[in-house]
Nanobody, 119 residues
Framework: QVQLVESGGGLVQSGGSLRLSCTAS????????MGWYRQAPGKQRELVAD???????NYADSVKGRFTISRDNAQNTVYLSMNSLKPEDTAVYYC?????????????WGQGTQVTVSS
């Protein structure tokens, strides 16, 4: 079982910045694929960005050039730096850890952190 604890959400004006953090339990963090997802009211949860164990990154088109995902394996932490925030970025942001056991992938989720961008 892996626990994920998120922090860093809040209220920010359009054009502002926030940095989300997610700290994972466990001693094998460097092997986890990590990601950030978000869910706005009335919408499905969507991938924002993810980062592999080799630190290869992937972004949703809507956040490319504005958000940066990174990881610090020594701190068991993944970050999402968000710049030039827009009202449409308002959502609950969830941290995800994808862990392989053989050929099976197990997904773990944080409790979510609210990001609200005012216009």
């Amino acid at each position: 079982q892996v626990q994920l604890v998120e922090s860093g959400g809040g209220l920010v004006q359009s054009g502002g910045s926030l940095r989300l953090s997610c700290t994972a339990s466990g001693s094998s963090f460097s092997t986890y694929a990590m990601g950030w997802y978000r869910q706005a009211p009335g919408k499905q949860r969507e991938l924002v960005a993810d980062i592999t164990s080799a630190s290869s990154t992937n972004y949703a088109d809507s956040v490319k050039g504005r958000f940066t995902i990174s990881r610090d394996n020594a701190q068991n932490t993944v970050y999402l730096s968000m710049n030039s925030l827009k009202p449409e970025d308002t959502a609950v942001y969830y941290c995800n850890a994808g862990i392989l056991h053989g050929i099976l992938r197990f997904d773990y989720w944080g409790q979510g952190t609210q990001v609200t961008v005012s216009s």
